[in-house]
């Protein structure tokens, strides 16, 4: 097992191979929504299919060797529920893995994304194994099946409506950022974006397509916009809310700058969290990617919380830049002409988490 796994899944599966559980000896497993980072090595390469909706996990483990899928494929013979933050968004995972398994089904958490509370409510509809505690997660395991499967059918998830304050509707899920209303940072900038935007634009880290909507809705000299996010659930949200014929969707890693764009504005939100870990360079890493795919008179438009120092790397990577009138929790800039000594080539990948901000 890697020592830099952030959460240590493969010690944990070790543990329950250790105490009893049994892989059956062919067929898939399906490993739903593993993180980059973590390591799988208990498990037969040649046989693990890794379903996860979000980019840059995907890109790793299919860097690795590993099939990669956005959805299940197939049936599995075994699989491994790997908890995310959102307990609606796990529930939904384990439903999924039950109603497609075979064998057994794995259930693993970190204690800080509330793999105790999960695994209490398993034991009221399975016969679940004994807990195994380590590395600050927990991990238990089920038979599956049809009839396991009939059991958490009211635990998946559909489509969700937010209501803005128009009466316009936006769908969402549970599990993408900002999933049970709007957020405010994100309104706060949709009330600045001015109507003279022209042009080629992106909203990087689009989630569901708030700001996108926003944007097209108010400027109409906006030629395209494209809407960049990692994670495959929120674009398909956002194929649903912003029907504008000049909206191009993406999914990618908005940290690392899509080559052959070259535009004349950006707008964002960028998340500042992994998981329940600050990182702040995340932010860091949408402002240098949107330096980097302006054209040389390009405007940034974004939004931060105001304890993000940002100013810096918008001082770093624009020739200038403004703080506009925010709100007490969050902070509006307007940044224009990207220094290309700051940009593309200097910008490290990262890979954010799910997309999740804390609101002030």
């Given at each position: 097992m890697s020592h830099s796994d952030p959460a240590p899944r493969a010690l944990r599966l070790e543990l329950l191979l250790d105490a009893g559980l049994t892989l059956p000896d062919a067929g898939a497993i399906g490993v739903f929504h593993p993180r980059a980072g973590e390591s799988l090595t208990p498990l037969p390469r040649d046989r693990v299919q890794v379903i996860t909706?979000?980019?840059?996990?995907?890109?790793?483990?299919?860097?690795?060797?590993?099939?990669?899928?956005?959805?299940?494929?197939?049936?599995?013979?075994?699989?491994?529920?790997?908890?995310?933050?959102?307990?609606?968004?796990?529930?939904?995972?384990?439903?999924?893995?039950?109603?497609?398994?075979?064998?057994?089904?794995?259930?693993?958490?970190?204690?800080?994304?509330?793999?105790?509370?999960?695994?209490?409510?398993?034991?009221?509809?399975?016969?679940?194994?004994?807990?195994?505690?380590?590395?600050?997660?927990?991990?238990?395991?089920?038979?599956?099946?049809?009839?396991?499967?009939?059991?958490?059918?009211?635990?998946?998830?559909?489509?969700?409506?937010?209501?803005?304050?128009?009466?316009?509707?936006?769908?969402?899920?549970?599990?993408?950022?900002?999933?049970?209303?709007?957020?405010?940072?994100?309104?706060?900038?949709?009330?600045?974006?001015?109507?003279?935007?022209?042009?080629?634009?992106?909203?990087?880290?689009?989630?569901?397509g708030y700001l996108s909507w926003h944007m097209l809705k108010r400027a109409a000299g906006v030629s395209t916009l494209h809407l960049i996010d990692s994670d495959s659930r929120a674009l398909d949200s956002a194929r649903v809310n912003v029907t504008d014929p000049r909206a191009r969707f993406h999914w990618a890693d908005a940290t690392t700058p899509l080559p052959r764009l070259a535009l004349d504005f950006v707008i964002m939100n960028p998340p500042f969290h992994q998981g329940r870990d600050a990182r702040p360079q995340l932010g860091t890493a949408f402002i240098r990617a949107a330096a980097a795919m302006l054209r040389p008179s390009g405007q940034l438009w974004m939004v931060a919380n105001r304890h993000l120092p940002y100013e810096p790397t918008l001082a770093a990577c624009f020739r200038s830049h403004v703080e506009l009138p925010g709100l007490p929790g969050f902070k509006l800039f307007h940044a224009e002409g990207p220094l290309r000594t700051h940009t593309a080539a200097r910008t490290a990948p990262t890979h954010p988490a799910k997309r999740t901000r804390r609101r002030a």
């Open positions: 909706p979000h980019a840059p996990d995907h890109a790793a483990f299919q860097a690795q060797g590993f099939s990669c899928t956005v959805a299940p494929q197939g049936r599995f013979s075994a699989a491994i529920v790997c908890l995310p933050r959102s307990r609606a968004e796990g529930r939904d995972l384990i439903a999924m893995a039950a109603r497609l398994t075979d064998g057994p089904v794995i259930i693993d958490g970190q204690k800080t994304d509330g793999a105790d509370a999960t695994l209490r409510e398993l034991k009221s509809r399975v016969r679940l194994s004994a807990t195994l505690a380590k590395g600050h997660g927990k991990a238990a395991w089920f038979p599956a099946g049809e009839a396991a499967g009939a059991k958490f059918e009211d635990w998946r998830v559909s489509p969700a409506q937010i209501i803005d304050d128009r009466g316009h509707a936006f769908q969402t899920l549970p599990g993408v950022f900002s999933s049970d209303g709007i957020d405010q940072a994100s309104a706060l900038l949709a009330r600045a974006l001015p109507a003279g935007l022209k042009g080629v634009g992106a909203d990087l880290g689009a989630g569901w």
